[in-house]
């Protein structure tokens, strides 16, 4: 509830005490359905992704384990527990998208650091025959593959800040201040792909983008960082599978 919202909800409530009712506030829960109806699935493989952007974290080993951590409390949907692919290396080497040709040429995967770089790779998404099969390995799952684009950032310009001052009776004030910053972090770009196990034919798939930028004189981890950008995430991509619930409050009048 913004907070024009619950002033105009206060202030109808008031009226209507005026008037002689009787308030009540009444908890409520609205229902959002998943953007995925998974129920044909008992398992979920996280196969793997296409990643690129900084060798100072593997993004395609974190994301893998990370998504696989975070769906082990359901009890609906076994995780397949098996090696994460890298995606990037078979398809530069032809293990899979082979029938596509090279129509765009390929760099080398650990050269990929831009989203540009990403296209002629994410030809294997197309691969109904290598998905299948990979699905047929596994008892046919659905699969969560993707790319995901973990690449340094910086940026510099004026920002506004809080500082603290005193007056002569020591007297302490919160003021904004306006301050030129040089800043550096990452940006966090994944693609999550959803296929059939079955068919091997994308069901779903969505894009996000994030960023997280320090002072240039903080020295934050580069998994640190990345961390800290999946967790911003985590809720988005899990509502893609689960039905999630926004929780409130309505005024009666009795």
């Known amino acids: ?17 005026g008037c002689g009712g009787r308030i009540h506030e009444v908890s409520i829960e609205t229902p959002l359905q998943p953007k995925l109806d ?11 992704f296409v990643a690129g952007g900084t060798d100072e974290v593997d993004a395609n080993l974190e994301t893998a384990r990370l998504l696989r951590s975070q769906l082990r409390n359901r009890p609906d949907l076994q995780i397949v527990e098996t090696d994460v692919l890298s995606l990037a290396e078979m398809v530069a080497d032809g293990s899979v998208a082979s029938g596509f040709g090279d ?116 020295n934050t981890p580069a998994l640190s960082s990345y961390f800290e950008l999946m967790d911003r995430l985590i809720p988005t991509f899990l509502s893609a599978l689960s039905t999630q619930t926004i929780r409130g409050t309505r005024i009666l009048l009795r």
């Open 38 to 48: 998974i129920s044909a699935f008992s398992r979920i493989l996280i196969a793997g």
């Open 103 to 218: 129509v765009v040429p390929l760099m080398d995967p650990a050269e990929i650091t831009q989203e540009q770089d990403l296209e002629a790779y994410e030809r294997v998404f197309a691969d109904i025959g290598f998905w299948k099969q990979l699905g047929e390995e596994h008892q046919d799952p659905l699969i969560v593959t993707g790319t995901v684009l973990f690449t340094p950032h910086a940026r510099a310009g004026f920002i506004t800040q809080e500082q603290e001052t005193y007056d002569s009776f020591g007297r302490r004030r919160v003021v904004p201040v306006r301050a030129y910053r040089e800043r550096r972090g990452y940006v966090l770009s994944p693609k999550f792909i959803f296929i059939d196990g079955r068919t091997g034919t994308t069901l779903y798939s969505e894009s996000h983008r994030e960023e997280v930028l320090y002072d240039a004189q903080q």
């Open 1 to 17: 509830m913004t907070a024009r919202t619950a002033s105009l909800t206060a202030a109808l409530a008031l009226g209507l005490v």
